[in-house]
C-alpha cells in the first residue's frame, strides 16, 4: 500500500522528533529492546550508549514501563543542570579522596530526591515500621525545606556549607552533632536516611534515573571525579537496598559510553556485570520505524522500488550509511522528505543520494562535537581522512597516510592511538584477512583494534569527507587538490 492510498504524502507524513525530548508521541511507537527488558529486570544499572543511541528516550519511558509491571513502584528522574553539577563538583571531604567524598554527596542528594517523592504517599496501607520510617522522612523533609521543592541544586549548595545546614533531629543526629564548620556528611548520618528510605521501599518500591549526566562534561579530573563518584554512590546504593523486582531503592544511570570508557578508577570490573550497552541491528531500527507509519504502510513501500547500485535495498542502503542509531536514521529520512517534490509518495532513488550529501556533512560536524570535549585531537585525526581514500590494504598503510597528513599529531599521540580513537568511533572498521567484510565497532561494541587488517571508512562520512574510491591497484597515500573528483560506488 503506498501512502496516497492512506491520503498521506512525504510532506504530510510525520514519522515523530529525532530527539525523545520533544517527542510527544514516543510511548505510541517505543521499541521494547532487550535493552529495555534488561532495564525492567533491575539487574543492570549503568546504560550505556552513543549521542542518539535511545538513552533519554528509555528514560523518558522508564516511569510508563516500570508502572506497567510493577504498579506501586514510584520512578523519580533526576537530570542535573549545569548549576547542580558545578556545585557537587565543588563538594569535598577532608581525608577522603575527591571521589569517594563526591560518593558521599550522590548518596546523601539521592536519598533526599527518594524522600521528597514519598511525601504524598499515604501510609495507611504499610506495616508499622515502614509507617514510622515514612513519617520520620516526611519530618526531615519538611522541617528543612518547608513547602519548597527539594531539587538537587538546593541539596547540593547547602552540603557545600557542611552538614550542619540540615536539622538532622528526625533521625536522632540532633544532640551532639558536631557544629564544626563545614562537618562533612559522615556515613552514619547517610545510612539513617537510606535506612528509613527502605523501610518504605521494600514495600512500594522506589526507581531514580539520571540522564543528561553529560551535559556539562568537559572531561576535567573534577568532572570524573563527580560521575565515578557517582557510579560508585549508585552501585552501593543497588548492592544494598535494591531487591531486583522493583522492591527496594534502585538506581539506574543513563551515560554515553565514550565518557564511560575514559573514566578510570579502582574495582571498575566490579561494575562490568552491571552494565549494559544500547544496542541497534538493522532489523530493530526498521522496525522502529515501520512503529512510526500508518498501520498498512510497510518500511520498503516508503521507497521507490528496485535496488540501489550494488543490489542493496533503498532502506539497507540508509542504515549502511549510519553507526546504527534511531536518531540517525529518523534525520536521514526526514531528510529525504525534505528533497522530495511536493505531492511525492516515494522517497525516489534520487531523493535518497541527495538527502545523503546532507545526511552525511551533520555526520563529520556531529562526530567533532561528540568528541571535541573529551579528545581535543579528534577532529584533526578525522580531517586527516578528507579527500582520502574509502580503504586502505593494511593498517602499515594507513598509519602510512596518517604521517602524512597529520605528522605532529603521530609523534605527539602515536599513529595507535588515533587509530583507535577512529575506530572506536565506528570512523573506521577493519577487514581480517581479506576476507568478508570491514566490521565496525558500532555493530559490535566488543570489537577491538586489531593487530592487522584492511581499513575502511565509515559509510556515513563518503559525502562529508569527499571520500574517493580506490581502484585495485591505485596506491594508498595522501590525495591532493588536484586529484580527480570522488565517482559514486554503493
Known sequence: MKLSEVGLTLQTLDIGASDAESDVRLADYFVTTPQVRSALEFRRTHFLGRKGSGKSSLFSQLPRLVSDVHPQTKVIQITPDQYAWGTLRQYRELGLLPEQAHANAWKFTIALEGASALLNV?????????????????????????????????????????????????????????????????????????????EVAFEIGLVLTLDRLDDSWDGSEGAQSLLIGLLKAAKEINDKYSLKNGKG???????????????????????????????????????????????????????????????????????????????????????????????????????????????SLWKVEDLKQEYRRRYPEFEDALEALRQGFHRYDSLDEFETYLRERIPALVDKFGARRLMELLFNASVIGIRLGNAGTARFKCEDSDLLLPASGGVYVHQSLYRGLSIRERRSGERGSGATENDPPE???S
Not at 131 to 138: D, F, G, P, V
Not at 312 to 323: A, E, G, W
Not at 330 to 355: D, H, N, Y
Open 487 to 489: 565517482t559514486e560506488w
Open 122 to 198: 499515604n501510609g495507611d496501607d504499610l506495616r508499622q515500621d515502614a509507617r514510622n520510617a515514612l513519617s520520620t522522612l516526611k519530618r526531615f523533609v519538611r522541617t528543612n525545606y518547608g513547602d519548597q521543592d527539594v531539587s538537587l541544586y538546593a541539596t547540593a549548595s547547602r552540603l557545600l556549607n557542611g552538614l550542619e545546614s540540615f536539622n538532622l533531629e528526625a533521625f536522632g543526629f540532633g544532640v551532639g552533632l558536631s557544629r564544626t564548620k563545614e562537618q562533612p556528611v559522615t556515613p552514619q548520618v547517610i545510612d539513617a536516611i537510606l535506612d528509613a528510605l527502605k
Open 249 to 359: 531503592i534502585t538506581v539506574l544511570i543513563f551515560l554515553r559510553s565514550d565518557i564511560y570508557e575514559s573514566l578510570r578508577f579502582d574495582d571498575k570490573d566490579k561494575h562490568r556485570q552491571i552494565e549494559e550497552e544500547l544496542a541497534w541491528n538493522p532489523e530493530l531500527l526498521k522496525q522502529m520505524i515501520q512503529l512510526r507509519l500508518p498501520p498498512n504502510i510497510t518500511v520498503d513501500e516508503l521507497f521507490e522500488p528496485g535496488d540501489m547500485r550494488g543490489s542493496i535495498q533503498p532502506f539497507n542502503y540508509l542504515v549502511k550509511r549510519t553507526f546504527l542509531r534511531p536518531r540517525e536514521v529518523i534525520q536521514f529520512i526526514q531528510e529525504c522528505q525534505r528533497r522530495s517534490p511536493a505531492g511525492a509518495v516515494e522517497i525516489s532513488k534520487t531523493a535518497l543520494r541527495e538527502a545523503e550529501e546532507r545526511y
